[in-house]
Each structure stands twice: as structure tokens, then as C-alpha cells.
């Protein structure tokens, strides 16, 4: 709705998605919602409560048509339900013509998303959800956590770029580093093996220690790359570095928990330590990348991920009393903070 051309990634994300955004433009249009967002602006809340919709899986859909054009999204506060949408103009036209009233059976047997494709409108009613064991979040067994990070630390190449980027801004020698839900350890690896001054604790839950031994062992780091069991989310966050960070960590928690982690941090860190926020934030392009997740994960409740944009870490960083909060820009965004 911008009027901008889409970039060569964010468009073959889209293409890559091709089936499944059509089953998305086919639900809402056969639920009504197409027609009630073209009258809009109308609020998530509206929404949910006239069709009787989940909230949370209802977010998740409109982020789907958000990232084909077809709505726009004003949210001013953490409340999803006051989320404002509106549909671009001709919309409920648009979508008769082309994708029509037809069945989505031959969609189904061509494509096995079988817990979600083609069943939209139960899954937004909370009537189906995913399977436990195609999808448990958070992972629960040692198999899944192994997984899990493994998956994680496959997707590390674009954040990797930003931490050696602006790598000679960050870090001094003798500096000491906590990564908060720091997975299985290859971040800090990679960092310890690009500084040779710095040190790297990674702060996960104790179920993972033994795929940082592991790390630790494969990259011959020593004492350099430590390990701090606990629970972030019921623990107070060690003290004694110099830096802490998260590193796609703040995006998987409701807007509450994220500060109350924010918070965490400030209490833990010294005068002048400093704060480290890397995550995916939200624009276009990277609402089309996150196409896929958007959709899976409406069946998933207990997952709240989402993307958030810059302004929300920005404004929580400065309310928390942290200083010259910046953005250091790379493929995914960096903020930085230090406490006065």
C-alpha cells in the first residue's frame, strides 16, 4: 500500500508463500473479513469479538495480509486488540475475481500442511491448533532444546555480520560478556574467536550446558567461553560483566516480559555496562520474510513471537534511564545502550 516496489528478497518470499498466502486472501474473504477491514479503520479487537477469533492467532493473521499490501496496521500501545487496520481499496472486488468461491480440496492433497492449510477459519476460532509433536514451544525434551538451537545457530550469519561490523565500537579488551538465552554458545565462539581480549558467559536454561561444552570444546576456547544456568524468567540476571545481551531472545515474550528483561539488565549491570539488543525488527521487507512463521505459528499459542519495531526498544531503553540508546544499522539491526 506503500506505492514502493517490493525488494528481490522480500518478493520471493512471497512467491516462495504463494499457496499459502492465497489460503490466507480465501479465509478472509470467505469469513467476512475482508469486507469489514475495507470499511475500516476497525480494530483487532472489533474483529476478533464480532467473528468470535482469537486474538493472538488473529494478529498473526492480519501480519500475513499486512505483508502482501493488502492492509494497513496503526498500533500506538502494546494492546494488540487496539490495533487499527484498513484494507486497500477494492480489496473484497480484487480477491472475488481472482481467487473466487472454489474448494481449497485440491490444495489440500497438493500441499501437507494438514493442521493448518485450508482450515483457517477453525484455526482462527481456536478450534484447531498444530499437533504438539509437529510443533512443542517451548521445547521440552533434550532432543527438541538440541534441535531447537541447532536451527538457531544455522540462521547466525546475518547477525554475525553486524557484530563484526561494529565490532571495534563494542568491545575493549578485558571486557566480559553475558549472553542472555545465548543457545548452544556458536555466537559467543565467534565472537571470542574475532577478539581475542574478550570473554563470553553464555546465560541459558541448564538443559543446554552441554551443547556449550560442546561448543566450547570444538572451538578450543577454555575459560574464555563460560556457562551460568538459570531462568530468566524467574531469576535475577548475574551481575559482574561489562555488556549483556539478547540476541533474538526479546521477540519470543510479550511486550511486558521484554521490558521486565530490559529491566533485568539495568539492575545487573554496572555504571556504564552496556546493553545489546539484536532482533529482527519490523518493516515490509522483513514482515515478508516472516511470512511463514506468521502463518505456522497461527496454530501455536503458547508462541507469542512477533516482530516489534525499533521505536518500541528505543523508547523502553530510555524510559529504563539507559543512555544515548542507538541503532547500529547491518542485515539484522543492532541497538545499543549503556547504563548512566
Known sequence: MSGQAASPRALLHLLYNSARALDVVQ???????LEALEKGPVTLGELSTRHGLVPG?????LDCLESLGLVQREQTTDAIVEARYTAAPGLSAAAEAVVGPHSLERDREKYNWGALYGHLPEVLRGERSMPRESFDWPPSTPEQVAGFEASMAAGLGPILEVFRTHGG????PGQKLLEVGGGDGTLA?????????????VYNLPSTEGLVTHTR??????G???FVGGDFLREPLPRGYDAISFVRVLHDWPAETARALMKAAHAALPPGGRLLICEEFRTPERLAAQFFWS??????DSCVSRL?????????????????PEVLPGPFELVAATKA
Do not use: C, I, S
Open 27 to 33: 479465509t478472509a474473504r470467505e469469513m467476512g473479513l
Open 189 to 201: 565462539a565467534r565472537l571470542l574467536e574475532e577478539h581475542a581480549g574478550l570473554a563470553v558467559d
Open 57 to 61: 492467532r488473529l494478529y498473526k493473521f
Open 308 to 324: 516489534r519495531e525499533v521505536q518500541f526498544y528505543l523508547k523502553a531503553l530510555t524510559d529504563l534511564g539507559f543512555q544515548q
Open 224 to 226: 574464555r567461553l563460560g
Open 217 to 222: 570444546e570444538k572451538h578450543a576456547l577454555g
Open 295 to 300: 502463518y505456522f505459528l497461527m496454530g501455536v
Open 169 to 172: 565500537k563494542l568491545w575493549r
